[in-house]
């Protein structure tokens, strides 16, 4: 087995479109560590970040973050330790089109 650590995944997302960050590969497992959300305007901003099992369509129960409010000019860090299998999307959704989203990890395959 062979474990890379790696950037996962980097978007700045439409405004109001989910939107996938990082999709788990076939024949791999991830550990998700971390994702930044950078509001690259002086404006507030909301912002999503859900997980769906196997990529399946985004329910209530998905989300990590719902509509949590980003000051203008700022980073908002999350440090998690998420584990994911094959497919398993993280999805981002931004009320705006001035933030950007960076998933940071491991993938083992």
Do not use: H, W
Request: charged fraction near 10%.
């Amino acid at each position: 087995m062979s474990l890379t650590l790696k950037v996962l995944g980097q978007i700045s997302p439409s405004v109001t479109t989910e939107t996938d960050l990082y999709v788990v590969p076939a024949a791999t497992s991830t550990v998700v560590s971390t994702i930044t959300v950078c509001n690259r305007s002086a404006n507030f901003a909301t912002f999503r970040i859900s997980v769906s099992i196997g990529g399946g369509l985004t329910a209530t129960k998905d989300y990590i973050y719902y509509d949590l409010i980003i000051a203008g000019n700022d980073t908002f860090a999350c440090t998690f330790g998420i584990s994911l299998s094959t497919g398993d999307a993280v999805r981002v959704y931004s009320s705006t089109n001035t933030l950007s989203f960076n998933a940071f990890g491991q993938e083992s395959a």
